[in-house]
Each structure stands twice: as structure tokens, then as C-alpha cells.
């Protein structure tokens, strides 16, 4: 499809980030097109459990918020294009996306397309993938009923995710490198109320062992170098997260990781390029502070479009 219209703004991904983007940006009458690679919701659609997002005083499933989202921005107008951003090509007038399955221009462009897991790199982790190795407790976790599972990590995703798995599992090895987790103080308090979770502190994965499917995993203790075996089904792996903004290559600062650089107005290198949500370095990777920095880039280009529309032209023949 070759989109020749030169639109006010382009969002590039459809999940908290992008949707308020578009709410804030279509009710602005900005001429907006969303698009997603895989039809929108984003990191929402594989949360079991809501409960930190305002707005909510019970728990919520992330399908449940990304709907309530949906709707939301669809009363406004919005409507979500399926394709895949591979390309940009920017001037100091426009931006164009290129997709997939099209082409589209526009004068600003909010790159909202999140994050992705880390993996941890090890040739049978590979190998085991979709064969025991997961990275989506809610996706995969019920093939795992009454078997034990290992976890790695220790941030916020890692311990949300086995408390979720310990309701499911038989038992919980909770590996994180380090001697104690990075998680909330409350998520921890909870992890540590589950009697079928046991923590192996100090401790990375060597091998991932099995055949055709999982059947244990090798720990190596990162002070002594002692090497440990677990016997689990399952590996759930959840050791941080990586940028989905590869298609930038060349347009905006990014930092070490990938992440894009922007300023607190969500600006980019390039004028016409805004980041927001979890693709942005020094995001906090919550879904409020998502929409948040989707709010604020919405916002800062209504202001500069703004200002950028040539006055009415006024004289005897207009009506004011
Ligand atoms: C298991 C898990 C549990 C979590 N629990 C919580 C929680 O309890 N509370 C909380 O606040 N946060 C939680 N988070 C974090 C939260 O989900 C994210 O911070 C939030 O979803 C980020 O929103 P986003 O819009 O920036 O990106 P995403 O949600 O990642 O959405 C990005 C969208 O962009 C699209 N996209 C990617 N690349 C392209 C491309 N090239 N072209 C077009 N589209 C593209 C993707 O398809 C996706 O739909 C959790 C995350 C995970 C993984």
C-alpha cells in the first residue's frame, strides 16, 4: 500500500504508550494513524495480574486493561493498522515509516514500540525453546501443573511471575545471580509467604539440560563456582528486557542497550521523532509511566504542529 498523504503524526505500536498517544492526539483532531505489528496491547496481552496500574482498586488481567484501553481510543476514532515498521526515512519536514505493507508520512512520528525479553544466551536454551524454556509464565505456565520449574531473575517480572507459576507448579526455584531480589518490597514479602518457593541466591545457569524437552537445570554459584543440579520441567526466563527500535538505526541517539534517547518532553535527535514508554532510556517500564510519556509526546507535538500551521489568511472575502 503506498499511503501518499501527508499525515499530522504516525504512532508506531499500539500498546499503553501508543494508545494514549493516540487518544491525546486524535482528540487534538490531529490526523493520526497507529500502527502495530501485531495488532496492538503489547507487553499487556501476557500479564496475568494488574494490581499497581491507578484507576483500579481490584486486580486486573493486562487483556482486560489493554480492551478497556482499546475501546477507549476506538470512541475517539482510533483505529489500529497492522503492520511492522523496517525503515524510516526523515527530512526536516516529515517523517515516512516503511512497513511491510506500506509506506506512511507524516509531520511527527511517536515511536511507542516497547520492549522485548532478554535471553540468556546459552546454546541449549536455544534448542529448548518451546520445548520447556518460556518467557511467559501466563502463556505457559499451565503445561507445567504439578511439575517443578526454575525461574531466573530477580526484578519485579521475575518474582510477579513465580508467585503467579507457585499457584500452578509444584515447586519454584527462584535463581537470581545476586544474594538478595530487586523486586518491590511487597512482591517480595509475598514470594516469601509461598511455601513451595525455594530461592537460589548467588546462583546463574550454566546449562539448560535435556533432549527434546527440559529435564534440569545446572547452576553455577557465581562466588564459589560450585556447580549445583535441579531437577525441573520448566525454565522460565525473565532476566530484563530489550528495545524494539532497531528500524531507528541512524535517526536518534540511543544508549548502550538500544534504548532511544530523549529529553523529559519525550523529544528525540530528530525534531520530527519522539520516543515513548519502554523503548525509551531511563523508562521506569510501567505501564502508567508508559502512558505517561505517551501523554507527554502527544502533547508536545500538538504544541509544535501548533505552531507550525500557517495562519488564516483573512481579507474582505473570509467570513472572520
Ligand atoms: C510479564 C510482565 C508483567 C508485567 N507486569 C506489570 C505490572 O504489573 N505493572 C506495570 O505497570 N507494568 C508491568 N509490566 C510492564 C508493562 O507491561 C510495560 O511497561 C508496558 O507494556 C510498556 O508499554 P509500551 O506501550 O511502551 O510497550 P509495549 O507494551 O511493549 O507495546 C509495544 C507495541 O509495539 C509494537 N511494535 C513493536 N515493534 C514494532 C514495529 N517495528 N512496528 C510496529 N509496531 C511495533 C508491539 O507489537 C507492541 O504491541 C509487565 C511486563 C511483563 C512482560
Known amino acids: 500500500m503506498v499511503d501518499e498523504a501527508l499525515h499530522d503524526v504516525v504512532i508506531l505500536g499500539a500498546g499503553p504508550a501508543g494508545l494514549a498517544a493516540a487518544i491525546y492526539t486524535t482528540r487534538s483532531r490531529l490526523d493520526t494513524v497507529v500502527l502495530d505489528a501485531q495488532g496492538g496491547g503489547g507487553q499487556l496481552a501476557i500479564i496475568d495480574r494488574i494490581e499497581n496500574y491507578p484507576g483500579f482498586d481490584k486486580a486486573v488481567t493486562g487483556m482486560e486493561l489493554f480492551e478497556a484501553m482499546r475501546r477507549q481510543a476506538e470512541g475517539f476514532g482510533v483505529q489500529v493498522g497492522f503492520d511492522q515498521a523496517q525503515k524510516l526515512e526523515a527530512d526536516d519536514a516529515s517523517v515516512t515509516v516503511i512497513g511491510d505493507a506500506g509506506r506512511y508520512r507524516a509531520r511527527a512520528l511517536i515511536v511507542a514500540t516497547g520492549a522485548r525479553h532478554r535471553e540468556l544466551c546459552i546454546p541449549s536454551e536455544e534448542r529448548l525453546k518451546g520445548r520447556g524454556v518460556s518467557y511467559c509464565a501466563t502463556c505457559d505456565g499451565n ?101 524494539n527500535a532497531e528500524f531507528l538505526s541512524g535517526h536518534v541517539d540511543l544508549d548502550p542497550l538500544g534504548f532511544v534517547r530523549t529529553d523529559p518532553r519525550m523529544r528525540t535527535r530528530h525534531p520530527r521523532i519522539f520516543a515513548a514508554g519502554d523503548v525509551r532510556a531511563d523508562s521506569v517500564r510501567q505501564i502508567g509511566a508508559a502512558v505517561g510519556d505517551g501523554i507527554t509526546a502527544a502533547v508536545t507535538i500538538q504544541e509544535m504542529l501548533d505552531t507550525e500551521t500557517p495562519p488564516r489568511r483573512c481579507g474582505p472575502e473570509c467570513a472572520i
Open 143 to 243: 503445561f507445567f501443573a504439578k511439575k517443578p520449574v526454575a525461574v531466573i531473575g530477580g526484578g519485579d517480572t521475575a518474582v510477579k511471575e513465580a508467585i503467579y507459576l507457585s499457584r500452578i507448579v509444584e515447586k519454584v526455584y527462584l535463581v537470581h545471580r545476586r544474594d538478595r531480589l530487586r523486586a518491590e518490597a511487597l512482591l517480595q514479602e509475598r514470594i516469601r509467604e509461598r511455601p513451595n518457593v525455594e530461592f537460589c541466591f548467588d546462583s546463574v545457569v550454566d546449562e539448560i539440560e535435556g533432549t527434546d524437552a527440559v529435564s534440569g537445570v545446572r547452576l553455577k554459584n557465581t562466588k564459589t563456582g560450585e556447580l549445583r543440579r535441579i531437577a525441573v520441567e520448566g525454565v522460565f526466563v525473565f532476566v530484563g528486557i530489550l528495545p
